[in-house]
């Protein structure tokens, strides 16, 4: 991939939003912060801005991106089935660090999912990735800021330590918290399965899933 020049922007610069709106409308890739780590992402519904966010991580191919929506009801724009209880769970736990695996709608890329037929959805509870979804009207295909491979960076600096030359825009929010990934859950199985301990505890997502199976 050719180089680029690399801009760190505050997050609370009214312009930044709005810059960052046009990056990712034209299929550009950013860095931004998150409720867990830092976070690089793409506009999900253009295939060649999310194979562009590949390229960014130097992330294998192999490797399905998760996606991040702005509301609850963005839910149903990219999942083709989403049972009662994945409403319930997203009512619950979102925004926040829960993930549901649910079949994936046909508008999904293809490299959004590596091919798969299922799709990772969370909400995130940070304000900048929210108001980034809102201002482009569409979800982002978002994963760890960092190259494939590396730590997870916590701050802007270390995004551009492994990012600089080859994201047009670091979103400077500070440093984010860190440690504790979100719990993954697989709704697309019956019944329902953890794929990974996080942020939400198996006692919280008892009364909601008492045949949830490790």
Request: aromatic residues 4%; hydrophobic residues 45%; contains cysteine.
């Amino acid at each position: 991939m050719s180089p680029v020049k690399t801009q760190v922007a505050l997050a609370d610069d009214p312009e930044t939003v709005h810059h960052a709106r046009q990056l990712l409308r034209s299929g550009e890739v950013i860095a931004f912060p998150t409720d867990t780590v830092y976070g690089v992402g793409a506009h999900a519904f253009r295939p060649e801005a999310v194979a562009a966010l590949y390229a960014v991580k130097n992330r294998p191919t192999s490797k399905a991106i998760p996606i991040l929506v702005a509301q609850i009801d963005d839910m149903a724009r990219v999942a083709r089935q989403v049972p009662a209880i994945a409403w319930n769970l997203a009512e619950r736990f979102w925004p926040g660090g829960l993930t549901l695996v649910l079949p994936c709608a046909e508008k999904v890329p293809s490299v959004v999912t590596a091919g798969g037929d299922t799709v990772a959805i969370r909400c995130p509870d940070h304000p900048i990735p929210l108001a980034l979804a809102n201002a482009i009207g569409a979800p982002l295909a978002a994963t760890s800021a960092n190259l494939s491979g590396q730590p997870s960076p916590t701050t802007a600096r270390q995004v551009v330590g492994q990012l600089a030359g080859r994201v047009p825009l670091v979103i400077d929010g500070g440093e984010c918290p860190g440690g504790v990934a979100s719990t993954v859950i697989d709704l697309s199985t019956d019944p329902p399965r953890l794929l990974r301990t996080g942020a939400v505890s198996v006692g919280e997502l008892a009364s909601l899933l008492p045949n949830l199976v490790d």
